[in-house]
């Protein structure tokens, strides 16, 4: 089955500072990965996704690029705020019978005022 | 956008009683919808996985006579806990996704979870 691993597991940054996440994932078949943010408490949100037919996706502050050769996508956030501090999960997935998706470890993020 | 709605959100239960928690998604079909349990600060693990009219499919290490799911229609899936132990206690979340489109997925759309106390 897919193996996803995300790091770092914790992430201090100063607000306004850029935020990196990384993960990378073990079966090539995987073709969507999307972002979930977590709020303590709460119900995890997409965030962001990319499905497999393209390299970048953009939202305001927010990106996600993919390298399907090494196995690897990456979480950008830019311009950092308060309110982005959260626990971010990545997650991959492919078209197939079981239509699972398999989450990372999470990153929790704390940005600092 | 897509509503999952997951009730109860908290309970309390005694040892040895059963739970059941569902699942619904409020405007959209759900062919899939996944049961996942997560305990603080760690990830989300899958527990299994409920396709409407079919027998849910376990992951290793998940015991199906103890979390009995059913997915009666394409908007409601539920999960009972069976003869809860306190080691049952833990937050647990449903997520439901749409039919596919051209072949590739659509996003997870998450419940708002249940937090479960076994006493």
């Known amino acids: 089955g897919e193996n996803v691993e995300q790091h770092p597991s914790t992430l201090s940054v100063q607000e306004g500072d850029s935020a990196v996440i990384k993960c990378t994932y073990s079966d090539s078949a995987s073709n969507y990965f999307p972002w979930y943010k977590q709020e303590l408490g709460k119900r995890p949100q997409l965030i962001i996704d990319?499905?497999?037919?393209?390299g970048e996706k953009k939202d305001q502050r927010i990106a996600v690029t993919l390298n399907k050769t090494a196995k690897h996508f990456s979480l950008h956030i830019t311009e950092t705020q308060p309110e982005d501090s959260a626990v971010y999960f990545c997650?991959?997935?492919?078209?197939?019978?079981?239509?699972?998706?398999?989450f990372g470890t999470g990153t929790s993020l704390t940005v600092i005022p | 956008g897509a509503v999952v709605s997951q009730h109860p959100s908290w309970v309390i239960c005694k040892s040895g009683t059963s739970v059941k928690i569902e699942c619904r998604s409020l405007?959209?079909?759900?062919?899939?919808m996944f049961w996942y349990r997560q305990f603080p600060k760690q990830s989300l693990m899958l527990m299994a996985t409920?396709?409407?009219?079919?027998?849910?499919?376990?992951e290793q290490g998940v015991e199906k006579d103890k979390f009995l799911i059913n997915h009666a229609s394409l908007t409601l899936s539920t999960l009972t806990v069976t003869s809860a132990h306190p080691e049952d206690s833990s937050f647990y979340i449903c997520s439901a996704r749409a039919r596919d489109r051209g072949g590739y997925n659509s996003p997870l759309h998450f419940g708002n979870g249940t937090r479960l106390t076994v006493t």
């Open positions: 990319i499905r497999s037919n393209v």
């Open positions: 405007d959209f079909q759900a062919t899939t």
């Open positions: 409920s396709n409407e009219g079919s027998k849910a499919t376990y």
């Open positions: 997650a991959a997935s492919y078209s197939n019978t079981g239509n699972q998706f398999y």
